[in-house]
């Protein structure tokens, strides 16, 4: 079982908080499980705060291997010793040969269900060829004074995969900074583009902005969350709170667990707070 620390704070998000400072790690390495909710009572009286539990550590479990039982046997009688007992020749030594050198093992590649396997880049040339219609034009405006702001020398490229919907691509070097803590600068880069670009009136479209292909990493890497919470929920068979997740996210999580037996998910809370929920079926055998 992973080792694991119990913290309270005056809600879930200050006692996670807490809890990852204390473990130096990041919100991906851990699994967190809602002990006691914060409770704010009446008029100061009553409350309570939450209770949450950390999981961290390796997920391996020790396999407890059953040792054969010894068979106990009868001592067996000792042979007669004659009276006079010649005393064995003394073997002559053979020198021993050399021992062969054995070649190294070779090293096995592990099988490829097992490896973890890197989302693949998307290639511009997947997208087709660069548009520069009205809308293209406009997307490129905006997006170049705003870049220009946060000193970025960024390429801007855009793509119309399908009508309605332009894909926008961030090229060059160091653009962590666009990016930011799980995507959070590029979401409101993406969300402001989208705002001035349509608020001019004419059909409006969705823009879908991505950066060092950043969007398709945390897709997996949301992916891999929710089977190993998954699993653990069907393990310990108890509800485990996501952390807040906008639609996207959300929708990823509610997708990679939608046929997985013994779970079931939905979502709580409101935007920004929304969570997702991934809870233990009870009607799962």
């Keep these: 079982m992973r080792d694991y620390i119990d913290v309270t704070g005056k809600n879930e998000d200050e006692a996670i908080s807490k809890a990852l400072a204390q473990l130096g790690l990041d919100r991906d390495d851990v699994s967190v499980e809602v002990l006691e909710r914060a409770k704010s009572g009446f008029l100061g009286l009553g409350a309570c705060p939450a209770?949450?539990?950390?999981?961290?550590?390796?997920?391996?479990?020790?396999?407890?291997?059953?040792?054969?039982?010894?068979?106990?046997?009868?001592?067996?009688?000792?042979?007669a010793v004659p009276e006079k007992q010649e005393r064995p020749a003394r073997r002559e030594r053979v020198p021993q040969e050399k021992k062969r050198e054995r070649p190294a093992p070779e090293k096995k590649e592990r099988p490829a269900e097992l490896r973890r396997e890197e989302p693949a880049?998307?290639?511009?040339?997947?997208?087709?060829?660069?548009?520069d219609?009205?809308?293209a034009q406009a997307i490129k405006t905006f997006l170049k004074g705003l870049l220009e702001h946060m000193d970025s020398a960024a390429e801007i490229k855009v793509y119309l995969p399908e009508k309605g919907r332009y894909k926008v691509v961030l090229e060059g070097q160091g653009l962590g900074a666009l990016?930011?803590?799980r995507g959070e600068t590029l979401d409101a880069i993406q969300q402001i583009t989208s705002y001035a670009v349509n608020?001019?009136?004419?059909?409006?479209?969705?823009?879908?902005?991505?950066?060092?292909?950043?969007?398709?990493?945390?897709?997996?890497?949301?992916?891999?969350?929710?089977?190993?919470?998954?699993?653990?929920?069907?393990?310990?068979?108890?509800?485990?709170?996501?952390?807040?997740?906008?639609?996207y996210e959300r929708h990823v999580i509610h997708t990679?667990?939608?046929?997985?037996?013994?779970?079931?998910?939905?979502?709580?809370?409101t935007d920004p707070n929304r969570r997702v929920v991934v809870a233990y079926d009870r009607g799962e055998k």
């Design 51 to 79: 209770k949450i539990r950390v999981y961290y550590g390796p997920e391996e479990e020790p396999v407890s291997v059953k040792a054969d039982p010894v068979r106990e046997e009868a001592p067996k009688p000792c042979p």
């Design 121 to 131: 880049a998307v290639q511009p040339g997947s997208l087709g060829e660069e548009v």
């Design 133 to 135: 219609d009205e809308k």
């Design 179 to 181: 990016i930011g803590r």
């Design 199 to 247: 608020r001019d009136g004419g059909p409006r479209v969705r823009i879908h902005l991505d950066a060092e292909n950043y969007r398709a990493k945390r897709e997996q890497s949301l992916q891999n969350l929710a089977r190993k919470v998954a699993g653990k929920v069907v393990r310990y068979r108890r509800s485990v709170t996501l952390e807040p997740m906008n639609a």
């Design 256 to 269: 990679a667990l939608q046929d997985y037996d013994g779970v079931t998910t939905y979502s709580t809370g």
